[in-house]
């Protein structure tokens, strides 16, 4: 299926403009590096934190690494230089080739890059230098948050004029995109503002319980769910199952998803009918991610062996099946009864990393390894180092996800029958160290990937004029 026809806007085939004039290629390419050296960056900073949880700090008493700072460069490192670089390069392949219309202003394209990466380094170097803001994943110093609301304006008037020329109905993908940029800005304005400035106390709590959950349901998710449909239909050569399910899905998340965010403060003073409130639309969030996971499924039906054959639908596919394992542990983990044993336990610190790794990194790598052949005009150098990369990080994170989730129990137990705390911290240990070895895994595989894509990059391009020529359903 074209892309054309996917938008609705197979109509102007006459003067479809080429793929030159459409997407800036080395801006994606650009984009798609720094996320690749940022999530280094953000490794080997989760690497150091989880050493020194094994008392094994190679950086012991350099307080610039001292890892409570560089567990915040961690985070910030792997959302706001990983993800968002990778997801935003991919916005620059998707968005003009979907509508047919460049971004509004390629030069305002070049000025959002460089400030968002300016908006990462300050980040990153000023909680470095201890100037860290006192919010969870709200870290970014307070006189970065300025700059980084400007850029995220600038993001959404460089991609709504395409999105708003487009002739035909609007494709699901875009739905996903147009909604993501009002509510990133939102979500960012809210988490980062509201506490610092205007309100205190439990309502703080309250407002960062929102903005941690919003930044990954109303930004990450979006983008991803969003490319999603974009790719798997062309990958798969077949349109989506049901087009109704996926605007039930759409639908479903606007409504019920901003609810959910102070399930992250359950048994906190916030207001009870508030922590109720969570609990009833994460559950409801829980069924609308079954109606994605249905359609995808249904989608695949008779082509399942293109996960065998196809890598790049592989990556997609596992992360809709880590996913769904996510939002499944989520449904139970949100409950009271379960918060009782699980609540401030490494069960969560699990949870977090098989979404963020086994879902949006998974699906970042899908992207990447479908897209890198085309933007580079060559294929793969290695397959074998491809099939490498895929497999030493889906199981390394199936591994460190079920370790931390099976130790989360443990220490919850432990708590719940008052051992002494250094009990639970004993018997943590052994889990932190699988923990290390997991991670090596993930990090390997990423060390795979950046090798072949170097050989890639050095082996001669294939006689086509440019990856246009790849055809669109390729
Ligand atoms: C080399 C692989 C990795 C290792 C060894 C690692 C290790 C760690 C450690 C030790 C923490 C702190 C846990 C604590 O405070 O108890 C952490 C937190 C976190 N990491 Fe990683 N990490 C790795 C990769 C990643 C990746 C690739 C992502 C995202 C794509 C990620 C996302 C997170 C998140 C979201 C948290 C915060 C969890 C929370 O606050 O509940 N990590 N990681």
Known sequence: MSEAIQSGAADDSADIPSHRELVDETLVKLYFLTALA???????A?????????????????????????????????????????????LHWIVPRLTLHPVFSRKLSWFIYAAWQAVVLATAGGI???????????????WVDPVAQLGLLLLAINFMPPIARMKGPVYVTLWYFMAMFVWTFLTYAMGNFVPQYFVTGTSAGAVGGLFIHDLVGLFVTPLGWGMMYYFVPILLKKPIWSHGLSLVGFWGLAFFYPLQGIHHFLYTPIPMF?????VV????????????????FGTIWGSTSAVKTNLPIRWFYTGMIYYFLTCLQCSFQVTLTFQKVIHFTDWVVGHAHLVMFGVFTMWIMGMMTYLFPRLLNRPWYSQTAC?????????????????LTLLGLFQGWSWAALEPWDVSVELSVPFWALRVVAGLAMFAGLLVFMWNLWKTWSSVPEQQSSPAAVPAAA
Do not use: C, K
Request: proline share 3%.
């Open 274 to 278: 508030l922590q109720y409130g969570a």
């Open 46 to 90: 989760g690497l150091l934190m989880a050493l020194q949880l094994i008392r094994h700090n190679p950086l012991q008493g350099l307080e610039l690494f001292s890892p409570g700072r560089w567990r915040m460069v961690h985070t910030n490192a792997v959302a706001y230089g990983f993800l968002a670089n990778g997801f935003i390069g991919a």
């Open 387 to 403: 099939e490498w990369h895929y497999w030493l990080s889906s199981l390394g994170i199936l591994f460190m996800a079920g370790d």
């Open 128 to 142: 470095v230098l201890g100037e860290a803001q006192g919010l969870e994943w709200g870290e970014t110093p307070v």
């Open 281 to 296: 639309s994460t559950i409801a969030v829980e069924l609308v991610v079954t109606t994605v996971i249905i359609n995808f």
């Open 38 to 44: 940022f999530l280094t960056v953000s490794m080997l």
